[in-house]
């Protein structure tokens, strides 16, 4: 009886892990996660591909159609390049109807100082500054797009809204 109890305890362990594992991926789907700028440094530093990370506002009237461009660059550059979309918002709601309306299949970041409660752009800017120390950046100013080329040491940063894709071909080249 006792060894039928602690069979019947091993499957309820394995069934419960099971859709504890199941969960996280179904999670991993919607395409959301936090992230920090340590975590984004040790990402950046770790793949041998180039980066783009793009902050963008899925609340502003264009937020659809610029979810699709990310997605479009995405598809076509996801051999070469990890990209960083960190939207700026609160409201995962949103990203997750967005993400339903795309169709978007790439992570969507969320910092993670959005649960402070201060200003987005303040939580953007600070975010920046404790990143660009990580890369010994300490005068660099705030920004809303960087292309990194690791191999070849390009840092650009810049405050344009759109990614320059010109940018990613030239960076591409240096390989």
């Known amino acids: 009886m006792l060894s039928k109890m602690k069979s ?6 394995v069934l419960m892990l099971n859709s504890l594992f199941c969960y996280k991926i179904y999670a991993q789907n919607v395409g959301y996660s936090y992230i920090t700028p340590d975590s984004m440094f ?33 598809r076509e550059n996801s051999e070469d390049v990890d990209f960083y979309f960190i939207a700026l918002t609160k409201k995962i709601s949103l990203l997750e109807e967005l993400e339903r309306k795309v169709n978007f299949n790439s992570s969507i970041y969320l910092m993670d100082t959005l649960n402070s409660g201060s200003d987005l752009f303040e939580n953007k800017s600070t975010f920046n500054k404790q990143f660009l120390k990580l890369f010994g950046l300490k005068k660099k100013e ?6 990194i080329h690791k191999k070849s040491g390009t840092l650009i940063f810049t405050n344009k809204l759109k990614i320059d894709e010109k940018k990613i071909r030239k960076m591409m080249k240096k390989k």
């Not at 019947?8 to 362990?13: F, G, R, T």
């Not at 705030?142 to 292309?147: H, K, R, V």
């Open 142 to 147: 705030d920004f809303l797009i960087a292309y």
């Open 8 to 13: 019947a305890v091993k499957v309820s362990i």
């Open 42 to 74: 040790t990402l950046i530093q770790n793949s041998p591909k180039i980066s783009i990370i793009q902050y963008w506002v899925p609340s502003c009237e264009n937020a659809s159609r610029n979810l699709h461009k990310y997605a479009n660059l995405h």
